[in-house]
């Protein structure tokens, strides 16, 4: 089995800063995407960021020059830095993993149980 533990998030005040943190544990092969989704009240739950094996990095369009996410593939943690940040990013944030579990042949995907990140002044 394979757990997503968060931490970070709370509370920031617009133009401010906040930083998440991802760690998986348990059985893990390989992990080939680790990243972020969010969901706020009333809306679906949309990707902020993806971190893929290779390097690539994917960022919705309203993060882009804002939200950077970075990856230590050795402590199987991901990172999300949250900078000028405005009270439209307030929302429930979920760490996400494609993970390829010892043993097995395919990937599963896995997530976090969410971080309330609340911008407000």
């Known amino acids: 089995q394979v757990q997503l533990v968060e931490s970070g998030g709370g509370l920031g005040q617009p133009g401010g800063s906040l930083r998440l943190s991802c760690t998986a544990s348990?059985?893990?092969?390989?992990?080939?995407?680790m990243g972020w989704y969010r969901q706020a009240p009333g809306k679906q739950r949309e990707s902020v960021a993806i971190h893929h094996l290779v390097g690539i990095t994917n960022y919705a369009d309203s993060v882009k020059g804002r939200f950077t996410i970075s990856r230590d593939n050795t402590k199987n943690t991901a990172t999300l830095q949250m900078d000028s940040l405005l009270s439209e990013d307030t929302a429930a944030y979920f760490c996400?993993?494609?993970?390829?579990?010892?043993?097995?042949?395919?990937?599963?995907?896995?997530w976090g149980q969410g971080t309330q990140v609340t911008v407000s002044s």
């Open positions: 996400y993993a494609k993970v390829v579990p010892s043993g097995a042949i395919r990937h599963y995907e896995y």
């Open positions: 348990g059985s893990i092969f390989k992990i080939i995407e």
